[in-house]
């Protein structure tokens, strides 16, 4: 796609729910399964009272991040979401921070969505057991092949599985609703079980409990990851931006607190019994243990076969697309991570590969990057989303701190110079509903912090402090390489022509390419040319110089002795001879190559010349020329090279 067809690839609203609101609403699959399966540590009587609670609470915060996110997108539509906002009002250090954080929750979200939902398609499709590895990182390899296609285009794919997601769990809900008024609503299958205390819960204490409590609070908090999505995308909304933005924010935000309460309360009212250790928690009215080949099933899985116990087909339904919608919510990762690694790589944080488009108009190489660490992920922790899910959701709620508190200080900013009154109200208001904002995310991440750092979060903190030091090294890496290419008034090094240019032209034998580098090297008129040869066997040697003579060459050829059989270092050498006490002369190395066309044919030649220019690079003074020579394997491969890849653009920095 051409770079002026970049409009055609914005989004409508309808488009943009799916893209960057797949995350927060699939959420509701794995959200009341973290709260239950918290609270069942304690037994199953907790979980059943005090489930409600938690996810009150939850949809609470969520209330107030949404409606302070809905100010964000207004005040900063530009695309650079938390990250811009905490690098304009807290400084660089605190939006590297927020960006460290977003990248590592980014390849989280991947991660878990995936792996959750490869389990939930598990219910459906039983021979996927056992091989839920090895599924979800193709699954991973297919997303990153649909969004290398483009925004829009992955928008279209994901459009009709998110919305059917959304019908089938709202009409389960109806459904569910109307069943439990008429008295018809049955019993989910685990409601017959007796949920046991883990080893440790069985007798909790007022802190213990509350801790507990805490505990499963910050693990529903995952139905929270993803709202940040539509700030960092605001430049991807059609126009009005702003106004489209917040509009579909607040339909994500009513849509996926009416399926959270939904969930939560279907699975009250059909008791269902969730437990982190199946085999010993759950034991049946008996006493005895359940089975060894039982299988615990998903909050979504055993409310959906309760509420669709006569009709098998909608527990189907509702399996697959569950399924579906946990895998394609990773796209708000896929849609977030690049443009935020383009952000950073356009401010020097992040290499400036990640800044540029590939051929379809998307950030090309963010999509590889984020592929493949969601990958590792993966593979190392098997693919187990109780496991992966401990270490998710710090990184947001570090992300949503820092914004909110960013945002209350641009009010205040603006608030000093703003003399209207009607736009000071609305600051004022903007102001107070960021800064509740600000309070409660702080409160939620040091809950996280306290409940979850042992568990796995730890290693989240890890890996964001890691990132943090590397991006920071890297822009100390770019500021010293633009320190020294700029060019200074009193500089004038780059205008300055060189006192004389001393052309060299390497020889091994005489053959076409030889004479074609020294064809080329006479016509630039160097102020000195001579050819040099290595002197490795004595007798090849002697027979070259014989022949150049025979051949009447007007060019002096010098053979440099090598003693020890290398190439590489006479040569080097040779031409720092020649730059010694001359600082302002210039030597030109002509490298005659031959071309070849296949990969293969490569391992039958030696890489001498590749090995002598790399050394000649580092050598001040030291102009390197190669002189190719296509031999006919190589013709038309040139064909394979056209047109720009990924990370070809260079902005000329």
Same mark, same amino acid.
């Given at each position: 796609?051409?770079?002026?067809?970049?409009?055609?690839?914005?989004?409508?609203?309808?488009?943009?729910?799916?893209?960057?609101?797949?995350?927060?609403?699939?959420?509701?699959?794995?959200?009341?399964?973290? *709260?239950?399966?918290?609270?069942?540590?304690?037994?199953?009587?907790?979980?059943?009272?005090?489930?409600?609670?938690?996810?009150?609470?939850?949809?609470?915060?969520?209330?107030?991040?949404?409606?302070?996110?809905?100010?964000?997108?207004?005040?900063?539509?530009?695309?650079?979401?938390?990250? #811009?906002?905490?690098?304009?009002?807290?400084?660089?250090?605190?939006?590297?921070?927020?960006?460290?954080?977003?990248?590592?929750?980014?390849?989280?979200?991947?991660?878990?969505?995936?792996?959750?939902?490869?389990?939930?398609?598990?219910?459906?499709?039983?021979?996927?057991?056992?091989?839920?590895?090895?599924?979800?990182?193709?699954?991973?390899?297919?997303?990153?092949?649909?969004?290398?296609?483009?925004?829009?285009?992955?928008?279209?794919?994901?459009?009709?599985?998110?919305?059917?997601?959304?019908?089938?769990?709202?009409?389960?809900?109806?459904?569910?609703?109307?069943?439990?008024?008429?008295?018809?609503?049955?019993?989910?299958?685990?409601?017959?079980?007796?949920?046991?205390?883990?080893?440790?819960?069985?007798?909790?204490?007022?802190?213990?409990?509350?801790?507990?409590?805490?505990?499963?609070?910050?693990?529903?908090?995952?139905?929270?990851?993803?709202? #940040?999505?539509?700030?960092?995308?605001?430049?991807?909304?059609?126009?009005?931006?702003?106004?489209?933005?917040?509009?579909?924010?607040?339909?994500?935000?009513?849509?996926?607190?009416?399926?959270?309460?939904?969930?939560?309360?279907?699975?009250? =009212?059909?008791?269902?019994?969730?437990?982190?250790?199946?085999?010993?928690?759950?034991?049946?009215?008996?006493?005895?243990?359940?089975?060894?080949?039982?299988?615990?099933?998903? *909050?979504?899985?055993?409310?959906?076969?309760?509420?669709?116990?006569?009709?098998?087909?909608?527990?189907?339904?509702?399996?697959?697309?569950?399924?579906?919608?946990?895998?394609?919510?990773?796209?708000?990762?896929?849609?977030?991570?690049?443009?935020?690694?383009?952000?950073?790589?356009?401010?020097?944080?992040?290499?400036?590969?990640? &800044?540029?488009?590939?051929?379809?108009?998307?950030?090309?190489?963010?999509?590889?990057?984020?592929?493949?660490?969601?990958?590792?992920?993966?593979?190392?922790?098997?693919?187990?989303?109780?496991?992966? *899910?401990?270490?998710?959701?710090?990184?947001?709620?570090?992300?949503?701190?820092?914004?909110?508190?960013?945002?209350?200080?641009?009010?205040?900013? &603006?608030?000093?110079? #703003?003399?209207?009154?009607?736009?000071?109200?609305?600051?004022?208001?903007?102001?107070?509903?960021?800064?509740?904002?600000?309070?409660?995310?702080?409160?939620?991440?040091?809950?996280?912090?306290?409940?979850?750092? *042992?568990?796995?979060?730890?290693?989240?903190?890890?890996?964001?402090?890691?990132?943090?030091?590397?991006?920071?090294?890297?822009?100390? &890496?770019?500021?010293?390489?633009?320190?020294?290419?700029?060019?200074?008034?009193?500089?004038?090094?780059?205008?300055?022509?060189?006192?004389?240019?001393?052309?060299?032209?390497?020889?091994?034998?005489?053959?076409?390419?030889?004479?074609?580098?020294?064809?080329?090297?006479?016509?630039?008129?160097?102020?000195?040319?001579?050819?040099?040869?290595?002197?490795?066997?004595?007798?090849?040697?002697?027979?070259?110089?014989?022949? =150049?003579?025979?051949?009447?060459?007007?060019?002096?050829?010098?053979?440099?002795?090598?003693?020890?059989?290398?190439?590489?270092?006479?040569?080097?050498?040779?031409?720092?001879?020649?730059?010694?006490?001359?600082?302002?002369?210039?030597?030109?190395?002509?490298?005659?190559?031959?071309?070849?066309?296949? =990969?293969?044919?490569?391992?039958?030649?030696?890489?001498?010349?590749?090995?002598?220019?790399?050394?000649?690079?580092?050598?001040?003074?030291?102009?390197?020329?190669?002189?190719? =020579?296509?031999?006919?394997?190589?013709?038309?491969?040139?064909?394979?090279?056209?047109?720009?890849?990924?990370?070809?653009?260079?902005?000329?920095?």
């Amino acid at each position: 796609m051409r770079s002026d067809r970049l409009t055609e690839t914005l989004l409508p609203k309808r488009l943009a729910l799916p893209v960057f609101a797949s995350d927060p609403l699939s959420s509701v699959a794995y959200a009341p399964d973290e *709260i239950f399966l918290t609270l069942g540590l304690a037994g199953g009587t907790l979980a059943l009272t005090q489930s409600w609670k938690i996810a009150l609470v939850v949809v609470l915060v969520m209330v107030v991040v949404v409606a302070s996110y809905r100010q964000n997108v207004h005040a900063y539509p530009s695309g650079g979401g938390d990250y #811009e906002v905490a690098s304009t009002n807290l400084g660089s250090k605190a939006g590297l921070t927020v960006g460290s954080a977003l990248l590592v929750d980014y390849v989280l979200t991947v991660a878990v969505s995936v792996s959750s939902g490869v389990q939930n398609a598990a219910a459906a499709l039983p021979f996927l057991r056992g091989h839920e590895v090895i599924v979800a990182v193709g699954l991973v390899a297919l997303l990153a092949g649909i969004n290398l296609r483009g925004v829009r285009e992955s928008g279209k794919a994901f459009a009709v599985p998110t919305y059917l997601f959304m019908t089938c769990v709202l009409g389960m809900a109806a459904v569910g609703l109307f069943r439990n008024v008429t008295g018809t609503l049955p019993k989910a299958e685990s409601a017959s079980l007796q949920l046991l205390p883990e080893p440790g819960y069985e007798s909790l204490g007022l802190f213990a409990m509350a801790f507990l409590m805490l505990r499963a609070f910050s693990s529903g908090c995952a139905a929270l990851t993803g709202v #940040e999505a539509i700030s960092n995308g605001v430049p991807a909304f059609q126009k009005p931006k702003s106004k489209n933005a917040a509009t579909t924010l607040l339909l994500m935000g009513i849509v996926a607190i009416s399926m959270m309460v939904s969930m939560v309360t279907l699975a009250r =009212w059909t008791g269902v019994k969730y437990a982190e250790d199946p085999a010993t928690q759950l034991v049946q009215s008996d006493g005895r243990p359940v089975p060894p080949d039982y299988v615990q099933e998903t *909050i979504m899985g055993q409310v959906s076969h309760a509420v669709f116990d006569n009709f098998p087909p909608g527990v189907l339904l509702v399996s697959i697309v569950t399924g579906l919608i946990l895998i394609l919510a990773a796209n708000t990762a896929f849609s977030g991570f690049p443009v935020l690694g383009s952000i950073l790589a356009r401010d020097g944080y992040l290499p400036r590969q990640l &800044h540029t488009r590939g051929d379809r108009l998307a950030f090309s190489n963010g999509i590889l990057t984020l592929a493949g660490a969601a990958a590792l992920l993966i593979v190392l922790y098997n693919a187990e989303v109780t496991k992966l *899910i401990q270490l998710y959701i710090v990184g947001v709620f570090v992300s949503f701190t820092l914004s909110q508190t960013g945002m209350v200080r641009h009010w205040n900013r &603006h608030l000093r110079v #703003e003399t209207n009154p009607g736009v000071r109200r609305r600051m004022m208001r903007s102001r107070a509903i960021n800064g509740v904002g600000a309070a409660i995310c702080c409160t939620v991440l040091l809950v996280v912090l306290a409940t979850k750092f *042992i568990h796995g979060a730890g290693y989240a903190i890890a890996a964001m402090v890691v990132l943090f030091f590397l991006m920071t090294g890297i822009n100390k &890496h770019y500021e010293r390489v633009r320190a020294e290419l700029r060019v200074s008034d009193e500089d004038a090094d780059a205008q300055m022509l060189p006192s004389r240019v001393h052309a060299i032209v390497l020889v091994s034998k005489i053959h076409k390419p030889t004479l074609r580098a020294l064809a080329y090297a006479r016509a630039t008129r160097p102020s000195k040319l001579e050819a040099i040869t290595v002197n490795v066997e004595p007798d090849e040697t002697k027979a070259l110089q014989d022949e =150049w003579d025979r051949r009447d060459i007007p060019v002096p050829l010098k053979a440099l002795d090598s003693p020890y059989r290398e190439i590489t270092r006479p040569v080097v050498e040779y031409v720092k001879s020649l730059r010694s006490g001359h600082p302002r002369d210039v030597v030109v190395v002509y490298i005659p190559e031959y071309v070849l066309g296949k =990969w293969y044919e490569q391992v039958l030649h030696n890489q001498s010349a590749l090995r002598l220019k790399g050394r000649l690079l580092f050598t001040p003074g030291v102009m390197v020329a190669s002189v190719p =020579w296509q031999l006919a394997s190589s013709e038309g491969q040139e064909e394979r090279f056209d047109g720009p890849g990924p990370g070809s653009v260079r902005l000329g920095q």
